[in-house]
């Protein structure tokens, strides 16, 4: 089956309470109380599209620039001319177009001496809609003014909503498609479902993975993310626990294969050419309209394909991520007598990464990066590596080359992870003071993945037992790192590891270390 986005439109059968639509908001400008009263009068009980009228009334040109200035919403303003001054309302006119540049609300100027206000001028020269004497303004005329006026106004909003629709459909889905792996995709989707509607919707993102080989976990729909509505859906977690609607909504789509789109929910469903497939079911309180759909529809079919892409590239990351855990643990393993210690390098490295402020991009960089520190070891002998106790001076020599050793053979390749590995590769032993080796470099002259590797290396390392030396206790090699800041360490790095060690017994607990 090629990937494939489609929806259904039919019902849900869960009940909705009706929703009572917004009034047309009309605004009156005249200085005669009684042509207010007789237009409510009038128009009372008009009705458009199943929306009446909301009366707003102003007796001055000035009054009626303080609340335009507060307002959006006026739709229609049923303005005069002579009030306060004889072109007060030409006054306001050129205000609201002017210098508020709305353009969307509707203006009738209305008048009871023509003869102040030409309509041919006026009409040239301002920006109304409509020009009416006072006394032609009889019921039947009134009534196709505000349908007329309404109208327009209502395609103008149209326009602009399409408008602003599209920026955001384009806004979201650049959003979403930055996210680094699924589960910031998942969130990022639920988060501008909303944006991209304007709407406070409420639902999870789930996705069920192909697999090849048969495990506990196959076949089985995940949560990816959730918003505070299904918040007791812990990531990871199977979906259980949904309400009926929900449930049956989720599992019509997975049976049939397709989408759904009701006047309140909204579920899109995606499946991809090797068989993973993903559901977003929302609920939303206000009626999804047919632009809207419109757009969800734009934006599920693009979210389909940030989704597929993201799946490749876990994969490929995943695939990775093992192999350099492979590599990595297959070298240490000549010279150390457990393992994971590669893994643990890796995770230490990373926390302390984010917790110096890089980026998420960069942290996930030098988690697969650090790992190779010691590549270069590959190329140093068992009578070295594996040698009982102290090395001697040529030795130790021949033990140092592995900087050198790791950086070359790494530096031959253009992917970003094997060039900041081979940085690290030959840099992780330098010393913030300068006494390191192989350059002597110092400081910030260090690249920083470096200089967080080191602090990782050393502590694993000492809390490691190797050919060369017994493992330590955890206060020891503490202590050993907080004596060596400013010296072997970069002393910022030190007190960001010293204030995060629960974080690095987490680590610990997760990657624990198994003498053999």
């Not at 020269?125 to 327009?152: C, G, H, P, Q, W």
């Not at 017994?470 to 020891?476: I, N, S, V, Y």
């Amino acid at each position: 089956m090629s990937d494939e986005l489609v929806f259904a439109n039919e019902q849900y059968p869960a009940a909705v309470p009706a929703i009572k639509l917004a009034p047309w908001v009309v605004l009156i400008v005249d200085d005669e109380p009684a042509v207010h009263e007789v237009t409510k009068l009038v128009m009372s009980d008009f009705t458009m599209e199943k929306r009446s009228l909301e009366f707003l009334h102003c007796y001055s040109g000035a009054e009626a620039k303080a609340l335009l200035s507060q307002r959006d919403d006026v739709a229609l303003i049923l303005l005069d001319v002579v009030m306060e001054t004889e072109h007060a309302g030409l006054e306001v006119a050129r205000y609201i177009r002017e210098e508020l540049h709305n353009l969307k609300v509707r203006i009738v100027l209305r008048t009871g001496q023509p003869g102040q206000a030409p309509e041919e001028r006026v009409i040239r020269d301002y920006d109304i809609n409509d020009y009416k004497e006072k006394t032609e303004l009889t019921r039947r005329k009134l009534m196709t003014v505000f349908y007329a006026s309404l109208r327009a106004y209502r395609d103008l909003m149209r326009i602009e909503q399409a408008c602003a629709g599209l920026r955001r459909s384009i806004e979201a889905i650049t959003k979403v498609s930055d996210s680094y792996n699924l589960r910031t995709f998942a969130s990022a989707v639920l988060g501008q479902l909303n944006f991209l509607l304007d709407m406070n919707g409420e639902g999870l993102c789930a996705s069920r993975i192909a697999t090849y080989t048969a495990s506990a976990k196959e076949g089985q729909l995940r949560v990816l993310a959730a918003t505070e509505a299904y918040s007791q859906l812990h990531v990871d977690l199977d979906v259980t626990n949904l309400p009926p609607e929900v449930s049956e909504a989720i599992a019509l789509a997975l049976s049939e294969k397709q989408g759904r789109c009701s006047e309140h929910h909204f579920t899109s469903y995606y499946r991809t050419k090797a068989g993973n497939e993903s559901i977003i079911y929302m609920l939303f309180s206000e009626p999804i309209t047919t632009s809207a759909q419109e757009l969800l529809e734009i934006f599920s079919s693009n979210v389909a394909i940030t989704y597929d892409g993201l799946l490749m590239r876990e994969e490929a990351e995943t695939s990775q991520r093992a192999t350099i855990s492979i590599l990595g643990e297959a070298i240490e393993r000549r010279s150390i007598d457990s393992g994971a210690h590669v893994m643990r390098v890796g995770e230490i490295a990373a926390l302390l990464a984010s917790k110096a402020g890089m980026s998420d991009s960069e942290v996930e960089l030098i988690r697969l990066a650090a790992p190779l520190h010691d590549v270069g070891k590959v190329q140093i002998t068992d009578q070295v590596l594996q040698k009982p106790g102290p090395l001697n001076e040529a030795e130790w020599s021949a033990m140092k080359d592995h900087a050198l050793k790791g950086y070359s053979l790494l530096s031959s390749s253009h992917a970003k992870v094997h060039q900041l590995a081979a940085i690290i590769a030959r840099e992780h032993h330098e010393h913030w003071d300068g006494s390191g080796y192989p350059r002597g470099l110092a400081g910030e002259d260090i690249h920083l993945a470096a200089r967080i590797t080191a602090i990782a290396d050393v502590l694993d390392s000492l809390l490691t037992s190797s050919f060369h030396k017994k493992a330590w206790g955890f206060d020891a090699a503490l202590a050993h790192i907080r004596a060596e800041s400013g010296k072997h360490f970069e002393p910022r790095l030190v007190t960001l590891a010293l204030a995060h060690l629960s974080d690095i017994k987490h680590i610990y607990s997760q990657l624990p270390i198994h003498s053999s």
